[in-house]
């Protein structure tokens, strides 16, 4: 029997109970990894809150037959509700929106007439600005909230933001109802990816799967985490541009 399993003998609502204090330890661990990836407006206590919700529905809901381990699970349900309420913060200003909207625009009227990547200097001319004025613009977009894949692909179904989130997009965790859309969305988001440059393909790597901070990317790639938070902006609304044509 698994070590999750409940032991012969023992109540439901004492294993649910000694579970929730064994792993709460990951909410703060993954609350503070969060935390330091956002901006000061939003508050540690709203993530540590989300996250402890994230872990009790994990252990409501935990299958030890379809599931690996209740760490595993557990981890991933925090991660979930904490993003479900940085979603609902809805942080962005309408002249934020603005300028992701031109940005984004502009990158794919570049990239819909040449048929390949836009760069830096064809964005600008397009927006009518220098490089620094383009570089500033990202810096302010991504200190406005929390930005992630999660926050620019929607749901083909309706206009709320998808529940199939990029990492169980792209590493494929198990949720039988969305099954059909996540493997689309999972090939779809492969093969986008694939058009980005060496370095900003490193950079969602290193963000997404090893879940590093900008600060420690930028240590990584010998460069400073301002600069590392502007690709990765350009990154995700590059990403928007050329998922436009599929998620709306």
């Not at 206590?45 to 409501?60: F, N, P, Y």
């Not at 935990?62 to 940085?86: C, M, N, W």
């Not at 990029?166 to 988001?189: C, I, S, T, W």
Request: a neutral charge.
């Amino acid at each position: 029997m698994k070590k999750q399993q409940i032991k012969a003998g023992k109540s439901r609502e004492a294993w649910r109970q000694e579970s929730i204090v064994e792993y709460a330890y990951l909410v703060k661990h993954i609350a503070s990894r969060f935390a330091m990836r956002l901006p000061s407006s939003v508050l540690f206590d709203e993530l540590m809150s989300a996250g402890s919700l994230g872990l009790i529905d994990a252990v409501d809901k935990f299958d030890p037959g379809k599931h690996v381990s209740l760490k595993t699970y557990a981890q991933y349900r925090i991660k979930g509700a904490i993003l479900d309420e940085l979603r609902s913060m809805d942080t962005y200003s309408r002249s934020m929106r603005k300028k992701i909207q031109d940005i984004t625009k502009a990158t794919k009227k570049i990239e819909d007439a040449k048929g390949r990547p836009a760069d830096d200097s064809e964005i600008c001319r397009e927006l009518g600005v220098d490089l620094e004025t383009y570089q500033n613009m990202l810096t302010d977009i991504h200190g406005a909230a929390v930005l992630s894949l999660d926050e620019f692909i929607k749901t083909k179904k309706n206009d709320t933001y998808s529940q199939t989130r990029f990492q169980a997009g792209v590493k494929g965790e198990d949720n039988p109802a969305d099954h059909f859309d996540r493997a689309e969305l999972k090939h779809v988001l492969a093969e986008t990816i694939k058009t980005l440059s060496e370095k900003e393909q490193i950079i969602v790597s290193l963000y997404y799967f090893d879940e590093l901070t900008l600060k420690e990317i930028g240590e990584v790639l010998s460069l400073t985490e301002s600069r590392i938070c502007q690709i990765h902006t350009a990154v995700l609304i590059k990403l928007r541009s050329r998922l436009d044509g599929y998620v709306q």
